[in-house]
T-cell receptor, first 111, second 118 residues
């Protein structure tokens, strides 16, 4: 079966641009997570959905970050007015019970 | 808050050597513990897990035992191969810890790069 997919795989944005990152979870997985991974570091939690409900957004670093999952399947992470410090790999995971399955990530570079 | 600490890399070994990558944790609840692996150019993959004290997770020749008394979950393999070269991450999930918004978010170590030379 298909795993978690993310698009685009790479994104270069000029500082100040808005970006939208897409995640297609494994079909039937209720829970979906977004993480941010800086170079040479472990992932850091951003936000969590259970179906369409965003139950925890405590990890979003600023109000420029926004995530949605309107129909309980595909999710989009949007970053407004990108800054250089937003450069990272953005990981999406969907989960079954306590096991999370990760997509390949989107590498965002802000220039 | 909860945290995971793992040994810094890179760790460089010869093929067939014994591997240990240390991982210790702090948690307020009763966490599940995980090892994930990231091969070059690929996404994170679950390698093994343990959900309670004294459980041993194992997969692909790798093992780790959940030690509550030492708050550790060290990764071991008896004989490594070149194909094991990757970055290894230790992580925990503590959904019933002290957070009011408990969920299964993973809390990660910084990762340990493993290089195996033929």
């Amino acid at each position: 079966g298909a795993g978690v997919s993310q698009s685009p795989r790479y994104k270069v944005a000029k500082r100040g641009q808005d970006v939208a990152l897409r995640c297609d979870p494994i079909s039937g997985h209720v829970s979906l997570f977004w993480y941010q991974q800086a170079l040479g570091q472990g992932p850091e939690f951003l936000t969590y959905f259970q179906n369409e409900a965003q139950l925890d957004k405590s990890g979003l670093p600023s109000d420029r970050f926004f995530a949605e999952r309107p129909e309980g399947s595909v999710s989009t992470l949007k970053i407004q007015r990108t800054q250089q410090e937003d450069s990272a790999v953005y990981l999406c995971a969907s989960s079954w019970l306590d096991e999370q399955y990760f997509g390949p990530g989107t590498r965002l570079t802000v220039t | 808050g909860d945290s995971v600490t793992q040994m810094e890399g890179p760790v460089t070994l010869s093929e067939e050597a014994f591997l240990t990558i240390n991982c210790t944790y702090t948690a307020t609840g009763y966490p599940s513990l995980f090892w994930y692996v990231q091969y070059p150019g690929e996404g994170l993959q679950l390698l093994l897990k343990a959900t309670k004290a004294d459980d041993k997770g194992s997969n692909k020749g790798f093992e780790a035992t959940y030690r509550k008394e030492t708050t550790s979950f060290h990764l071991e393999k008896g004989s490594v191969q070149v194909s094991d070269s990757a970055v290894y991450f230790c992580a925990l999930s503590d959904p019933f810890g002290n957070s009011m918004d408990s969920n299964y978010q993973l809390i990660w170590g910084a990762g340990t790069k493993l290089i195996i030379k033929p």
